[in-house]
């Protein structure tokens, strides 16, 4: 059977790699060592980092595929934007990446275009609506996942009926089968999220269950959501800066537990006692 044919920028030069002159293959691989130098150098400046003529680098980006180096460029720009961290790694890197300061700062800036999406009214009525709800599920997909169980272990303290998604040893039509108007879902939807994210997020709307959408995904806004939560994960480095994210999953928690009344508090002081009957803290 034909192989598809390799679509991303880095799985068309690995594919071409054995095929090439060995002045081509001394580009290639400078290229795969820190494939982010196509998103920022012209093609004289990768050549002349590959002791290689501009000719070649014309023959390297055709051979690719693309039909000039612009071209090629436009692609790794994307491709870092939305996928691998490896597109962000380049040569040149900025003195200033990996300190303290510079990850602060674009910390900062996350937290702020994070912020000011948000509306109080938003948070508000979500943590009254996980109050009403039959049950909660929260799920979230590779580094959505830890961040899903972040929050439903902490509003779990007032709500006796949450759930993380996906659940070991299951597959996901057990939870979705379960799901009813009557629930609340919130799943995160970050970059490069594996396919069947969007349609977990497509059918628990199907299900007619109040859903919430918290992510760093544009298109997520085209989903037929109660809420949209966008957050900001802007990075100078090569992993994504989830502190926006994590901001929001604590502002939920905070405020569920903040509105929780009598019975929230009933709960987490049952909680408590268990903690000491069982010695666990």
Not at 13 to 38: N, Q, S
Not at 122 to 151: E, M, T
Not at 169 to 196: F, Q
Not at 201 to 213: D, M, N, P, S
């Amino acid at each position: 059977m034909k192989r598809p044919s390799p679509t991303t920028f880095m799985a068309r030069v690995r594919a071409i790699l054995p095929d090439l002159h060995p002045t081509e293959r001394r580009l290639a691989e400078a290229v795969l060592d820190f494939p982010g130098d196509m998103a920022g150098y012209s093609a004289s400046e990768i050549a002349e980092l590959a002791k290689v003529s501009n000719a070649t680098v014309s023959r390297f980006v055709r051979k690719l595929g693309y039909a000039s180096y612009d071209e090629a460029r436009k692609a790794v720009r994307e491709e870092g934007r939305t996928g691998s961290a490896l597109l962000r790694f380049g040569t040149a890197q900025d003195a200033r990446t990996g300190t303290v300061a510079q990850h602060l700062e674009q910390s900062r800036l996350n937290l702020d275009t994070t912020y000011e999406g948000l509306a109080s009214e938003s948070v508000d009525d979500i943590a009254k609506a996980l109050h009403a709800a039959r049950r909660v599920w929260l799920a979230g997909f590779r580094a959505g996942y830890p961040l899903a169980s972040y929050l439903g272990w902490q509003i779990q303290q007032v709500l006796p009926h949450v759930s993380v998604l996906p659940k070991p040893g299951e597959t996901l039509a057990e939870s979705v089968a379960t799901m009813a108007a009557e629930d609340v879902v919130i799943l995160l939807l970050l970059r490069r999220n594996p396919k069947m994210a969007w349609t977990l997020a497509e059918a628990a709307i199907a299900t007619g269950a109040h859903v919430a959408l918290l992510g760093d995904v544009p298109s997520m806004e085209a989903l037929p959501a109660r809420w949209h939560l966008p957050c900001a994960t802007t990075s100078a480095g090569p992993l994504l800066n989830h502190v926006g994210v994590m901001a929001v999953c604590n502002l939920l928690a905070a405020r569920t537990l903040e509105l929780s009344g009598p019975e929230g508090r009933q709960r987490m002081g049952h909680i408590e006692d268990m903690h000491d009957r069982l010695e666990e803290l």
